[in-house]
Each structure stands twice: as structure tokens, then as C-alpha cells.
């Protein structure tokens, strides 16, 4: 018997290593889904006016390749909005032209002027979707059976798709300082309008603006997620995004062009010559759904 006992260890010995060689280690791989929001502004700092910060959502859905049990690299394809706020209150802007319609009537009567335009109360808003697409490193540790604690870093590129202003309430008023007289024509009568000369109340116009097509965010996010069933689970988490580039293109415009006629031309803070630099910051909450869809196996060899 004690022969026996022995050579069952000693052949239970040599094929420890086999059996080790060939253990299967589970490593999960994850559908997800989320819906959150908070703040999320487009930052920039007006010449003229004064900038608010706006809220915003973003709708998310990815994966998540595991290297391991506790790390590997997510994935996603989402939407972003953001939004914000200027201000502008008896701001004055200036430029340089001549009009023709008068000095047909003058001739030999300088008629270059200075073209003034004043802003009280105006309020504009913006508004811009990102498509996002977030590449980054994501780990995970487990407290119990159920929960898990979760953090992700990494980048996020960005392609607007819809960028808009909306004038929502406010005044606009145009004068033009004669150069040859020295008298501010103002329009007191509301029959100076084709001369480019107006005082109009805004009344929800809107207008689109252009940005960079792409930028890059540096993007966080840390939160736990809890198992429903064996497969799927819900999660939370707070997440933070900066953009590190400049979504402004560069535009040497006025927010209202010069004109000679009734109609006149609103540029939108965006693309104006009232900032140089524009970017977008998110900080929120939000929460989904975690689904582990395939089982990953890997065979390991031990090292001895």
C-alpha cells in the first residue's frame, strides 16, 4: 500500500507541470454603454464681451479589450454637446469705409466715414456636437465579488458636426462718424436703414459658425461599477475632459459687418475677430451599463 502511495505521488509529481501548462486563465471582454452630463462649455475669453459657461450631455457606446484582469484598452463612439454664453453690453467696434450713395448726391464732399456699432444687453449663445471618439487605458480592481472600481485615462479625438450661434435678446445699433463733418448719423427716425444706419432689437436669430474640423482632448474618468447577473453589470462614474487644441479658425471679421443697405450681416463669436483661442471643457457624471460578452482564455506555462 505504501508503494503505492508513492508512486502515485511521484507520478502526480511529474505531470504537475503539465497540468499547470495547461490551466485556462479567464479574461473578460466588455460591451458598454452611458449616458451622462454636467458642465460642458466651450472656453474662450471675448475682447468685448463677457464669457458664461454652458451645460452639456454626451452619449457613449464602446468596448473594452482586457489585457489582463485588471487592465486593458477601451474604446467608444459618442456624441458631445456643448454650449455657452456671451454678453456683450455698450461695446463699440470701429471700422473704416466710404459710401458711394451719398457722394453721388455731394459730389466733391469727402464721404469716408467711421462705421460704429454698439452693442447693449446683446446676449449670443453657442452651440457645438462633437463627434468623439476616446481611445484609453482602462483598469479595474475588484472589492468583492460585485463591484468593481474603475478608472480610465488616455485621448479623445473630436469632429464637430454641428456648430451654432443664436442671438437671443439685446439691441444693435449702427452709426457712421462723417469724416468730412464730424457728425455721428445715428438712425432716429428709422429712415436710414439703406445707408447701413439702423437700431434693431434681435429677435432669436441664428447662424452657423465654423470651427476646426478636428481636435484632441485629454480625457479622465474614474467610478464602480456593480453586477446585476452574471453578465451584466451597471456602473457610475465622473469623467473630465480638456481640449488641447484650438477649435477657433481664425477670422479677421466683426461680429456685425459694414454694410451700405438695410441688411446687415452677423458673424457669430466664433468665427469673429472678438477671440484668438477656443477650446472645450467637460466635467460631469454619468452611468450605463457594463454587458461581458465573449470569454477570453489564455493557456500560461509556469516558470520554475
Known sequence: MKNKIIGALIALALAFPQILSAQEWYIPRYITADVGGGLHTIQFNPRDGEHKVGAGFRINAGCVFMIDNNWGVSTSVGLSSFASKVLFNQTMESSFGYDSTISVLNPGIDQSYEFRTYYT?????????????????????????????????????GVPVISKYKLVEGVIETRKLMKATGVEMADTTGLMAHHGIFRKEVDGQKGNTKVNSVNVS????????????????????????????NIYKESLKRLVQPTNSEKFEYSGTLRSNQIDRASLLSVGLSAGVVWEFRAAYVRTKPKF
Open 218 to 245: 485629454l480625457a479622465l474618468e474614474a467610478g464602480a461599477s456593480y453586477k446585476l447577473t452574471r453578465t451584466l453589470s451597471a456602473y457610475a462614474s465622473l469623467y473630465f475632459g480638456y481640449c488641447l487644441t
Open 121 to 157: 444687453d446683446l446676449t449670443e449663445k453657442q452651440s457645438l456636437i462633437n463627434v468623439s471618439i476616446p481611445i484609453m487605458a482602462y483598469y479595474q480592481f475588484p472589492i468583492n465579488s460585485n463591484m468593481n472600481i474603475i478608472g480610465r485615462a488616455g485621448f479623445q479625438i
